[in-house]
């Protein structure tokens, strides 16, 4: 039996100090998981794992080839070991255990880019939750001036492509359920609304050869999409097209997908984009959203944390069933359903008036 077969992973604050029952202790352990991402995160950075080969391989080596210093590497390698991401063979040898692998490069469940996604200004916003918690305003705006997309366009293009490989990468895990729960009736062009490097629409039309679709975002963000939409026989069915979607979007389609778009704002904003589609869209075209929905109280932790992360960032917000009806509403739209998808995101559905 291996390694990862016999032990379970390890608690992340397993050994710290009890400082009461159970029900104190979770809160503690809470407040103490962030230095065991920060570990995480420094590992992913540093591109530890990609310095480790097959074999064992010494601190000394790993340091010079991700050009660090030895004894910093050493403490952070203990570290990492006790979460069994690495394993130490003998003193200062690492090998490699099945966390360790998921953090490689080459890796298939792209953890490294998931890991990458954020950088260090994503770090930075949930230092800067009291501050937006006590103004309703985003951390990000009033940190750097102006909202995440124009930094990544005119601050910081590396990070914007980071992120959006991050973006890729989690989506992928997601596409092939999202595209099962997906009905594509009577559909033949769909815009895949700021879809990205276009990992969702490359889904759609390799699974439904009879669609044409539009990949929509902006430039900067389309110069890198994925080159199977770029080049071969779905590219012959894929445009390109740059826009923004708070002034427009591509006329005559019968369906348009938002894949955690806009959550990203505030309600204003998201009606005038639903709106722009009630207008470009084909009569009785669909306008499809895949997101997370709140509820309250709070179904699992993870929808909760997704909602003040949008307000940190960008000003947004996840929404209840109710709340993307009403928005519906006001843009000239028909709310039509909630479909699970198998996933953390849900359909929610709506209808372009005849």
């Known amino acids: ?27 503690m352990d809470l407040g103490w998981a962030w230095w065991g991402s920060g570990v995480v ?13 097959d ?33 130490q063979t003998a003193p200062g040898r690492y090998e490699h255990t099945a966390g360790s692998r998921a953090l490689r490069s080459d890796h298939p469940s ?102 044409n679709g539009v990949l929509y975002d902006t430039e900067n963000i389309l110069a890198n999409a994925d080159p199977v939409l770029r080049e071969g026989p779905i590219a012959a069915r894929c445009r390109r097209v740059a826009g923004d979607c708070t002034d427009s979007v591509p006329a005559d389609a019968d369906l348009y997908l938002f894949r955690q778009v806009l959550h990203m704002w505030d309600d204003d904003t998201c009606v005038r984009v639903l709106s722009n589609c009630a207008k470009a869209g084909q009569p009785n075209g669909r306008v499809v959203l895949y997101e997370h929905l709140v509820s309250d109280p709070p179904e699992n932790p993870f929808d909760a944390l997704m909602d003040l992360h949008m307000l940190l960032v960008m000003g947004g917000r ?15 739209l028909r709310f039509k359903a909630v479909t699970p998808t198998g996933t953390p995101l849900r359909i929610v559905e709506a209808v372009i008036p005849a």
């Open 318 to 332: 996840e929404r209840s069933q109710q709340e993307y009806a009403d928005l519906f509403e006001r843009a000239g």
């Open 110 to 211: 792209r953890v490294l880019d998931i890991m990458l996604t954020g950088s260090t200004w994503s770090w930075e916003m949930w230092n800067l939750l009291p501050e937006s918690v006590r103004t309703g305003e985003a951390a990000f705006q009033k940190r750097y001036g102006k909202d995440l997309i124009r930094f990544f366009a005119e601050d910081d293009p590396e990070a914007g492509k980071l992120t959006h490989r991050g973006y890729s990468a989690q989506a992928g895990a997601l596409n092939p359920k999202l595209v099962d729960a997906l009905d594509v009736t009577g559909v033949r062009t769909v815009v895949d609304v700021g879809g990205g490097f276009g990992t969702l629409l490359r889904a759609v039309l390799e699974r439904h050869p009879q669609l």
């Open 55 to 87: 074999e064992p391989a010494d601190v000394a080596d790993i340091a010079e080839q991700v050009g660090v210093d030895r004894d910093a590497l050493a403490r952070l390698m203990r570290a990492l070991v006790a979460y069994r991401i690495f394993r």
């Open 1 to 27: 039996m291996s390694f990862e077969e016999t032990f379970a992973p390890v608690p992340i604050c397993a050994g710290a100090p009890q400082v009461g029952p159970p029900e104190v202790q979770a809160v």
């Open 41 to 53: 995160r420094a590992a992913a950075m540093l591109r530890i794992a990609d310095a480790v080969g």
